[in-house]
């Protein structure tokens, strides 16, 4: 399409912040129902939430937690 571009654009951050401490910021700040899912095996947690065309997923391993923020454009 002539005009338009597509694509995705995001960004990765690592904190020594809790995944619980950062699950709770998110899961206050977002709208209510934006949240996908949440899940945790294995010592790993993972929880990801939907805005728009937005998206962030929270995953926690070794002590880090890693928040990654992608938007996609339509």
Same mark, same amino acid.
Do not use: C
């Given at each position: 399409?002539?005009?338009?571009?597509?694509?995705?654009?995001?960004?990765?951050?690592?904190?020594?912040?809790?995944?619980?401490?950062?699950?709770?910021?998110?899961?206050?700040?977002?709208?209510?129902?934006?949240?996908?899912? @949440?899940?945790?095996?294995?010592?790993?947690?993972?929880?990801?939430?939907?805005?728009?065309?937005?998206?962030?997923?929270?995953?926690?391993?070794?002590?880090?937690?890693?928040?990654?923020?992608?938007? @996609?454009?339509?």
């Amino acid at each position: 399409m002539t005009g338009s571009s597509y694509g995705t654009s995001g960004s990765v951050s690592t904190t020594t912040d809790s995944f619980d401490t950062v699950y709770n910021w998110y899961r206050t700040h977002l709208p209510a129902g934006s949240e996908m899912m @949440r899940a945790s095996a294995s010592g790993q947690q993972t929880a990801v939430f939907k805005v728009g065309n937005s998206s962030v997923a929270i995953n926690s391993q070794d002590g880090k937690t890693e928040v990654t923020i992608a938007n @996609r454009n339509p």
